[in-house]
């Protein structure tokens, strides 16, 4: 069933969407759609390789390019950083989940700034490790041109943007490190659920047992992938239970 947290106001609301490793309940409302959606979830996501744990899959707060409906293709900013309402929304999305009782163990965020940064303000006391396969995806293609919102900036770039409170927690170690490179062909591949599934399953202190592993990513790849199209395209700081 959805979960709906508050955003301390905003007009967005929290999203997550908790997935317990090896079961996903279908909703006795939706349960024709839910069971389908439950089938091709299950390939997507379980696929029998983790231990029982929790994912929290979370869309990043606002960005600058999502303030305006022009602010996307060519018209929009590289790696855009969140706007200071985005800001907000993480942060409120963050004390929300922890009102809830919420606790998460480990924190993903993808290579992209305004996940990274959703991320670091979400979870406050988290170290924040950037995993690869998880960036946005657009119907434009992998074009920097056509989708400046799907390309990173260079790492240096984002720490100065990030500044060194929260740069300091944050690890690129799991794709090259600080000074690695934010291509496609340096983290392995183009955005890949299934690919960044496998990844997960093979690093176990990223997936403790009976432990949530928060994952911030982006709008169109969560839609596309790990929801399989079952919810409609999630926005700034929504997700589903």
């Not at 231990?51 to 707060?61: K, S, V």
């Not at 293609?141 to 300091?168: F, K, M, N």
């Not at 969560?222 to 700034?236: D, T, V, Y």
Request: aromatic share 8%; charged share 20%.
């Amino acid at each position: 069933m959805p979960l709906r947290t508050s955003t301390g106001g905003s007009r967005g609301s929290v999203v997550c969407l908790v997935l317990v490793l090896g079961v996903v309940a279908a909703s006795a409302l939706l349960a024709r759609r839910h069971a389908a959606c439950r089938i091709a979830m299950a390939g997507l996501v379980l696929d029998g390789a983790y231990p029982t744990a929790n994912l929290l899959l979370m869309r990043h707060a606002e960005s600058v390019n999502n303030r305006c409906w022009y602010c996307k293709l060519f018209l929009g900013m590289r790696d855009p950083p969140l706007s200071p309402r985005g800001e907000a929304q993480a942060r409120a999305a963050g004390d929300d989940l922890r009102a809830r009782g919420v606790r998460v163990d480990v924190v993903l965020s993808s290579h992209l700034l305004r996940a990274i940064q959703t991320a670091a303000l979400a979870f406050p006391d988290a170290t924040v490790h950037v995993a690869p396969r998880i960036g946005e995806v657009t119907f434009t293609g992998r074009s920097c041109y056509w989708g400046p919102g799907i390309c990173a900036t260079p790492r240096a770039d984002q720490r100065s943007y990030l500044g060194p409170e929260i740069s300091s927690r944050v690890d690129w170690s799991y794709v090259g490190g600080d000074d690695g490179e934010n291509s496609d062909e340096a983290l392995g591949g183009k955005p890949d659920w299934g690919a960044f599934a496998t990844w997960l399953a093979g690093h176990e202190e990223l997936t403790p047992t009976n432990g949530t592993v928060a994952i911030v990513s982006h709008g169109t790849f969560l839609e596309k992938q790990p929801l399989a199209s079952c919810f409609g395209h999630p926005r700034n700081t929504q997700g589903y239970v």
